[in-house]
């Protein structure tokens, strides 16, 4: 953050600064873990499940902080001494109005990447396209939220040329709220699919969620969709509108896939060769995506392949590591069906070595409210479908996957059930031999890479 004093910010936040020496002395930034205080950093008071921020501001100022925002009720019930404070109304929602007033200092393209699956990778596949030819500011890991938009955008600077937005909500309205900060010029829907159904509901509450970015941009605004999914609102669109897909006739179609004998696809596209150093078909949609963004803002197709060819999946996302003779695929970070279905679909493409099996080991998918139980059933018939030898399910859910997949034909025996970390642990080191291809994948919180660590395939 650049160019903002401490009245500005108290204003842009609708704020009351108290306690301040210096009001115009500038901010360099904003965080929410008084443990990360840079100096002269905004810190935001907080109140969550676990623990509320308020009780950190003492360590935050004395770490460098030039102000705490604070909420008006705690100000008023605490009375604190220290300071300086910015008192607002509530520091989550200061955080978004901060971000809005500075995020409209920069005159440049703001792509909004969403969707039900791929958000990350092809987030990180358009920032190394555009990375080619421009500055680029990219949200780092994950920081997809109504929080980690506002810090994200705090990281603009007179440098960058583009910045490129990750946005993931899980409620209607919440897509309206982070574009309403970020204010996307460019607006990238990835694919619809079930994801967080336990607040949306259904597949076609999850599209009119995620059809809120298009009902934000307007006609001077161009929309990049996937012209195969069925589920996208492409009617939605206002401005210029371009598609990406394999089936579809459409501006960004990718041809003659052919995967290599590491699991890597290869395609043309308007007759220019790509081929991708990540594995899976599903991820020729993401390089699509990255590449109909770069061509928006006119980086040629030669530059774009370029760039996909040396790109590396993030942490936990499509990793294929080798241990002992052990191909493991390790997709860890989260999961959902459409998720499940594509990297099963990459373990199938995989080829186990001499007399070498595939394996999947599979946790529970959450957030799928009443459609849970028929979910992991369909993810046991999958797995079945993939040609999956040997199952390891674990979680509350792991007896549902086994039995849907004994029932669609794999041998009860192979078919196993955990409940207990150390045991599924034990079980993969005493089953997994060289020439094996193995699948770990699992929502975010049943968090089956510590299973991949101590597995020995985590550096």
């Keep these: 953050m650049e160019g903002v004093t401490l009245q500005a910010a108290a204003q842009a936040m609708r704020g009351k600064l108290v306690g301040a020496g210096d009001p115009n002395v500038e901010v360099t930034g904003g965080v929410i873990d008084s443990r ?18 308020h009780r950190f501001v003492g360590p935050a100022l004395e770490n460098g902080a030039s102000v705490a925002v604070v909420s008006r009720e705690w100000a008023d019930s605490e009375k604190p001494e220290t300071g300086p404070l910015i008192v607002v109304e509530a520091p989550d929602l200061a955080m978004g109005d901060l971000a809005r007033v500075y995020r409209q200092r920069f005159d440049i393209p703001i792509v909004a990447i969403t969707g039900s699956n791929g958000k990350t990778t092809t987030k990180d596949m358009t920032a190394t396209v555009l990375s080619s030819r421009y500055e680029v500011l990219a949200t780092e890991g994950n920081l997809n939220t109504r929080l980690g938009v506002p810090m994200t955008l705090f990281g603009l600077n007179k440098t960058h040329d583009v910045a490129v937005i990750e946005m993931g909500i899980s409620e209607q309205e919440g897509l309206t709220y982070l574009c309403e900060i970020a204010d996307p010029t460019i607006g990238v829907i990835t694919n619809i699919g079930p994801t967080h159904l336990e607040f949306l509901g259904s597949v076609e509450g999850v599209a009119q969620a995620k ?13 990049i969709l996937n012209f195969d999914d069925l589920y996208l609102p492409k009617e939605r669109a206002k401005g210029r509108l371009l598609g990406f897909g394999i089936d579809e006739t459409c501006q960004f179609r990718g041809e003659g896939l052919v995967l290599d004998q590491e699991g890597c696809v290869c395609f043309s596209l308007q007759g220019r060769n790509f081929s991708l150093s990540i594995l899976g078909r599903h991820n020729v949609y993401n390089a699509l995506a990255a590449t109909a963004v770069g061509a928006a803002l006119e980086v040629p197709l030669e530059d774009a392949a ?23 695929l390790n997709d860890s970070y989260n999961a959902n069906p459409a998720s499940m279905r594509a990297a099963l679909g990459t373990l199938s493409e995989l080829v186990p070595g001499e007399k070498g099996r595939r394996i999947a080991v599979l946790g529970d998918m959450l957030e799928l409210g009443d459609t849970a139980t028929p979910a992991h059933q ?22 549902t996957i086994a039995a849907s997949a004994v029932e669609g034909g794999m041998p009860e025996e192979r078919a196993m059930t955990f409940h207990d970390k150390m045991l599924l642990v034990d079980a993969l080191k005493s089953t997994l031999v060289p020439g094996d291809v193995a699948l770990v994948k699992g929502s975010r919180g049943v968090a089956l890479e510590e299973v991949v660590e101590l597995l020995g395939f985590m550096s």
């Design 378 to 399: 369909d993810l046991g018939r999958d797995a079945v479908s993939a040609g999956v030898d040997l199952l390891f399910a674990f979680g509350d859910f792991a007896d």
């Design 211 to 223: 059809g809120e970015l298009l009902e934000y941009l307007n006609e001077s605004s161009m929309a």
């Design 306 to 328: 370029t760039a996909l060819k040396s790109f590396k999946p993030t942490k936990l996302r499509s990793q294929l590591t080798r241990h002992g003779g052990v191909q493991l």
């Design 36 to 53: 990360a205080v840079a100096a002269g950093n905004l810190f935001f008071a907080l109140s969550g499940d676990q623990t509320d921020g």
